[in-house]
């Protein structure tokens, strides 16, 4: 068995949660303490983490303009974007461990992705 158990589908499941979870949280767990950026850098991420999944070629997204792979791609860079965002951007204590752990999260599930088979037709 491969250790690359996230699929297309299981990843599209868990794009619209996590999106979601990235505008309310900060919220919920008062965010911002240490630099208001760590507040609206999730926020505005999550956004962006909505619209990208509505656009993107999976069986859940709406508009589907955008490659799988193309979205993989974001979803990578902004869990390095996540890991670093505390020492680049000053965030202490609660703001900073937030940025680690979905930061940490999304690099698993991206490291975790199923390689895509190319399609003959």
Do not use: C
């Amino acid at each position: 068995m491969s250790l690359r158990f996230v699929t297309r589908s299981v990843h599209a499941y868990l794009d619209y949660p996590v999106a979601i979870a990235l505008m309310v949280l900060p919220f919920v767990l008062g965010l911002g303490q240490s630099n208001p950026l760590a507040l609206w850098l999730s926020v505005f991420t999550g956004v962006a983490a909505f619209v990208l999944t509505i656009l993107t070629d999976h069986h859940l997204g709406i508009w589907r303009v955008l490659s799988y792979k193309f979205h993989l791609a974001v979803d990578l860079l902004v869990g390095i974007a996540f890991l670093m965002a505390p020492s680049l951007l000053g965030f202490s204590g609660i703001d900073a461990l937030f940025y680690w752990i979905n930061g940490a999260a999304v690099v698993a599930v991206i490291s975790l992705s199923a390689p895509e088979k190319d399609v003959v037709v």
